[in-house]
């Protein structure tokens, strides 16, 4: 089991940015493959963006792509989430999640994949 801890959320006006990270400990960073999702209020929880174990290999959906990298460093067991031209319907609630996988692939999009969860950290994004 990994624990998680996301930070560098708050409030930012439309069109700023934000850049998330999500700190990583208790096992080998490097074998995980990690996920961002987001839930708004009333919504289901969303999958915004994935990074493979070594981060040559990102995934995106299209709400999201363009605006939206994510990178790592598994030397300090984090990953990062740089968000760009916030609107307001990015308001969310965003995790960070992961998982353990034998090979350097995508990481997935559906959450019942994911082993691992944060707690979340508040994103606002006011118009």
């Known amino acids: 089991q990994v624990q998680l801890v996301e930070s560098g959320g708050g409030l930012v006006q439309a069109g700023g940015s934000l850049r998330l990270s999500c700190a990583a400990s208790?096992?080998?960073?490097?074998?995980?493959?990690m996920g961002w999702f987001r839930r708004a209020p009333g919504k289901e929880r969303e999958f915004v963006a994935g990074?493979?174990?070594?981060?040559?290999?990102?995934n995106y959906p299209d709400s999201v792509k363009g605006r939206f990298t994510v990178s790592r460093d598994n030397a300090k067991n984090t990953v990062y989430l740089q968000m760009n031209s916030l609107k307001p319907e990015d308001t969310a609630i965003y995790y960070c999640?992961?998982?353990?996988?034998?090979?350097?692939?995508?990481?997935?999009?559906?959450?019942?994949?994911?082993?691992?969860w944060g707690q979340g950290t508040q994103v606002t994004v006011s118009s």
């Open positions: 990074i493979s174990r070594s981060g040559m290999i990102t």
């Open positions: 999640a992961a998982r353990t996988l034998y090979q350097d692939t995508a990481a997935p999009s559906r959450p019942q994949d994911y082993t691992d």
């Open positions: 208790g096992r080998t960073f490097s074998n995980y493959v």
